[in-house]
């Protein structure tokens, strides 16, 4: 059996990645196809691999403004030849799924999330473009939505990293799908013997991840907080943070460890599609206040191993940080790392394998046989 794996872009290395690198062990002679692909900023498991580019790859630019393609990455997907592959995973956050397979192969989605820029939050990446990208959204927005639900129908299964994008996988595109949470590491983070008064809140430093909320909420009440993360806002949060606030635009991995098992516990403002920061912090033995919306709500026990705040304001999440240090003697390091290994990657490997085969059994089931030579009476086609 062929195997191809379908990344949207290869730029980095984030969450989607990461479950990338579980799917290459699963199928160690799959081939990948991506839009764009920079091997420098690759892992060496992935830089290694087998990766085919679209045309979007051979546009000026590509690998650092791959985004202003979007319109025409479609487009390109369809001009992938994948007639040689009898199973086709998609890894889909960006365009991916909407490859077109042989009938008879099998093609399964894993959903980080369907494209939030032009469905939930359309109207905020607007507002946060540029002139020209704000001019052009509304003109490609309602063609590229209407490609996005229409090619979900060309998988035979769809899996989402969480039940909130499982809820809007069936929003946007009229589909089921069954959630197959992502693999952490888990097995790479400890607790540490000594533990600070610093707070930490840690991701990529723009809008939606809401850390200006987190800064004004430390710099009113004098807390410290450690804000790990680079991105457009930190000259602003800069700016507006007070003494009791430091910044650190990267750690290495020694570093981030250290961060997150000595913390008095990890501030998660943002709503997202499952979050592995949280997972990773927990598996630290730290506790997590976390945003009470999103993927959030699926790590974090509340009361257990952490506790929601229900507003996006600075004061309802200083309400949540006085709540905090009231609950905080009666928390047990040993729920959270508990809690924290549910996500281990064992777990992910085989429910994806188990969702894979069934589709496999269900798709053999439904085809007729496909002939291996054309009728003798009808030249066969090119």
């Known amino acids: 059996m062929r195997v191809a794996i379908i990344h949207y872009w290869l730029v980095q290395m984030r ?50 403004h791959y985004q202003k393609y979007l ?16 199973l086709v995973i998609s890894c889909e956050a960006g365009p991916a799924k909407g490859i077109i397979t042989r009938p008879d192969a099998v093609h399964v989605t894993y959903c980080h999330s369907p494209m939030r820029y032009i469905w939930d939050q359309y109207h905020q990446y607007r507002r946060e473009s540029g002139m020209g990208a704000r001019l052009m959204m509304p003109l490609f927005a309602p063609r590229l939505r209407q490609w996005d639900m229409a090619s979900a129908a060309r998988s035979d299964r769809i899996l989402a990293n969480s039940a909130y994008v499982a809820a809007r996988v069936r929003k946007f595109w009229g589909r089921e799908a069954q959630v197959v949470h992502p693999p952490v590491e888990t097995s790479l983070f400890a607790p540490a013997d000594d533990v600070s008064d610093e707070y930490l ?64 516990a990890l501030v998660f403002t943002s709503e997202e599609d499952f979050g592995m920061i949280p997972v990773e912090v927990m598996a630290s033995g730290r506790p997590v206040i976390a945003y009470g919306r ?45 809690r924290a290994a549910d996500f281990a990657p064992a777990r992910f490997r085989a429910a994806i394998a188990g969702h894979i085969d069934a589709a496999l059994t269900k798709h053999g089931a439904q085809q007729a046989p496909w002939p291996v030579s054309a009728p003798q009476d009808q030249p066969a086609l090119a």
Not at 225 to 247: C, D, E, N, Q, T
Not at 300 to 307: I, N, P, S, W
Request: proline share 7%.
């Open 294 to 338: 999103g993927g959030a709500l699926e790590s974090v026990v509340a009361g257990r191993t952490g506790l929601f705040y229900h507003g996006s304001s600075r004061d309802d999440l200083l309400d949540a940080l006085d709540r905090f240090e009231d609950w905080l003697p009666g928390f047990e390091p040993r729920d959270a790392m508990s």
């Open 71 to 86: 319109p025409l990455m479609p487009a390109a997907l369809e001009a992938l030849d994948l007639s040689a592959y009898d």
């Open 15 to 64: 969450g989607g990645e990461r479950v990338l690198e579980h799917l290459c062990d699963m199928y160690p002679d799959a081939d990948i196809f991506t839009h764009v692909v920079n091997r420098a900023k690759l892992s060496p498991k992935l830089a290694a691999r087998t990766i085919h580019t679209s045309w979007i790859s051979r546009l000026p630019f590509a690998t650092r």
């Open 201 to 264: 809140w840690a991701g990529q430093l723009i809008p939606y991840k809401l850390p200006d909320v987190a800064v004004a909420a430390f710099t009113a009440s004098g807390r410290r907080l450690h804000v790990v993360g680079a991105g457009p806002m930190l000259p602003r949060l800069k700016s507006m943070a007070g003494p009791s606030i430091r910044f650190s635009e990267r750690l290495d991995f020694k570093a981030l460890r250290q961060a997150y098992a000595t913390c008095k």
